[in-house]
């Protein structure tokens, strides 16, 4: 069985970041995999230790820098790379249709078995993109994964949904979007960092599997609100007082 993992690279979310009018300022800011999509990897290669899948293969849409996001999914265990490279912003140009419309084709070429994601992006946070691929290949799919169990060509997943948990189980090929409390994604060792820079990664123009409709124009950016220093009162009293003139809350 063969696994496509969709990967993508993010700006750390671990730094802060510069909004400027027209996006994230980028320059020379730290980049990362995205932490969902991290976790797609990561329960693929459990997945492969069990013997359930015989290969895993990353793919990353995005500029020549986005090699590194691959890299990270190589020595993590994936066994292939796909590149689509384009020079358009990820965080912006790039939107979800866009991106289920090119895996979808990689899934048509390749004949996958099974496409795991991160739920979303920490960039844009979507949350479509899982969605819109099963759709357009018509497939069923499990988002918000937080469990999965794969036998006899059936997965079986539990989803994190607000009314607590789910379980539901579909015959493959599917797509499963996955959550925070899949697993904890292991440390790259530095044996397999090196073994990485050797592992095939194909590198495909985005022109050559379609293009991008910028259906959703972003018309402006802007920074959250500063919020104001709290402040120490006195005594319940002035609490209160503050409370009821100031934030007007009674």
């Known amino acids: 069985m063969k696994v496509l993992v969709a990967v993508k690279r993010v700006v750390d979310s671990g730094i ?5 009018p027209e996006g994230i300022d980028l320059q020379g800011v730290k980049m990362t995999i995205n932490p969902f999509c991290e976790i797609a ?3 693929a290669v459990r ?16 500029p020549k820098q986005g090699a590194e996001s691959l890299r990270h999914a190589l020595a993590l265990g994936a066994d292939k790379a796909i590149h689509v ?13 866009d ?14 078995n099974l496409v795991l994601m991160g739920k979303q992006s920490i960039d844009d946070d979507f949350n479509q ?14 988002t918000f994964a937080s469990n999965i169990q794969i036998s006899d060509g059936i997965a079986q997943v ?13 015959k493959l090929p599917g797509v499963i979007t996955c959550d925070l409390r899949l697993n904890q ?11 990485a820079k050797s592992k095939p990664l194909e590198t495909i123009p985005l022109e050559k599997l379609g293009k991008l409709h910028n259906s959703i124009q972003i018309t402006k950016n802007e920074a959250p609100a500063i919020r104001k220093g709290g402040a120490i009162v006195e005594n319940v009293d002035v609490l209160l007082q503050k409370l009821r003139n100031e934030a007007k809350l009674f």
């Not at 994604?185 to 073994?195: C, D, E, L, T």
Request: proline letters at 4%; hydrophobic letters at 45%.
């Open 85 to 97: 490279t384009t020079e358009a912003r990820i965080d912006q140009a790039v939107q979800p249709l």
């Open 158 to 170: 539990v989803r994190e949904i607000d009314g607590g948990l789910q379980t539901v189980k579909f």
């Open 99 to 112: 991106v289920a419309n090119i895996l979808a084709k990689l899934v048509e070429r390749d004949n996958y």
């Open 41 to 43: 990897v990561e329960e």
């Open 47 to 62: 997945l492969k230790e069990k013997k359930l899948i015989a290969e895993i293969v990353a793919v990353t849409i995005g």
């Open 185 to 195: 994604p292991r440390f790259a060792s530095v044996p397999n960092i090196m073994k």
């Open 16 to 20: 802060k970041v510069r909004v400027k």
């Open 129 to 142: 993109t899982g969605q819109m691929l099963a759709g357009l290949l018509d497939w069923p799919q499990a």
